[in-house]
T-cell receptor
Framework: LAKTTQPISMDSYEGQEVNITCSHNNIATNDYITWYQQFPSQGPRFIIQ???TKVTNEVASLFIPADRKSSTLSLPRVSLSDTAVYYCLVAPSGGYNKLIFGAGTRLAVHP | GAVVSQHPSWVICKSGTSVKIECRSLDFQATTMFWYRQFPKQSLMLMATSNEGSKATYEQGVEKDKFLINHASLTLSTLTVTSAHPEDSSFYIC????????????FGPGTRLTVT
């Protein structure tokens, strides 16, 4: 399983765009990149998943460069409720593969 | 969307007793479920992979005789913490894969275990 590296923490202010970058130098050809959000005392919540280029949904965008050795989660116009821990995971596609969580990025959004 | 529930949401037990935590997939069938443990301010640590109808696969360092996992049906997996001690106090989270969509895991809300 490819190891991921993210900043331990980030601070932002309401209304700003937040970009969290994850490094995964050893990503394999059949690996997908998935981001989860976790609030205190809750289970992780799926945010977005991608394989290459750009993926966008109603809550975030995921940018993946051509070499796929990193990815960037972009949260547009954050609010206080986006304060959470964000995890980047890389795992093979298909089958019933387990997910290994790294340390995650603790995002604090300030008024 | 796919929903995973856990019961109880929190439990307090005395040292030396056993406690069972249930994980249910409410609107899908899950041939595989996962159990995680999370200590305060730390990341999720995978404990074991639970496969319906077969023995669970435990991660290195996890005592299988202490953390008993049963996955008797396509919608239910249970984790029993046997002879619990204060150091077992943690947040236990399960997740399940919908067998129709193996790319995504759906996480439960977690169970807070406190051993006194």
């Amino acid at each position: 399983l490819a190891k991921t590296t993210q900043p331990i923490s980030m601070d932002s202010y309401e209304g700003q765009e937040v970009n969290i970058t994850c490094s995964h130098n050893n990503i394999a050809t059949n690996d997908y990149i998935t981001w989860y959000q976790q609030f205190p005392s809750q289970g992780p919540r799926f945010i977005i998943q991608g394989y290459k280029t750009k993926v966008t949904n109603e809550v975030a965008s995921l940018f993946i460069p051509a070499d796929r050795k990193s990815s960037t989660l972009s949260l547009p116009r954050v609010s206080l409720s986006d304060t959470a821990v964000y995890y980047c995971l890389v795992a093979p596609s298909g089958g019933y593969n387990k997910l290994i969580f790294g340390a995650g990025t603790r995002l604090a959004v300030h008024p | 969307g796919a929903v995973v529930s856990q019961h109880p949401s929190w439990v307090i037990c005395k040292s030396g007793t056993s406690v069972k935590i249930e994980c249910r997939s409410l609107d899908f069938q899950a041939t595989t479920m996962f159990w995680y443990r999370q200590f305060p301010k730390q990341s999720l640590m995978l404990m074991a992979t639970s496969n319906e109808g077969s023995k669970a696969t435990y991660e290195q360092g996890v005592e299988k005789d202490k953390f008993l996992i049963n996955h008797a049906s396509l919608t239910l997996s249970t984790l029993t913490v046997t002879s619990a001690h204060p150091e077992d106090s943690s947040f236990y989270i399960c997740s399940a894969r919908d067998r129709r969509d193996p790319y995504e895991q759906y996480f439960g809300p977690g169970t807070r275990l406190t051993v006194t």
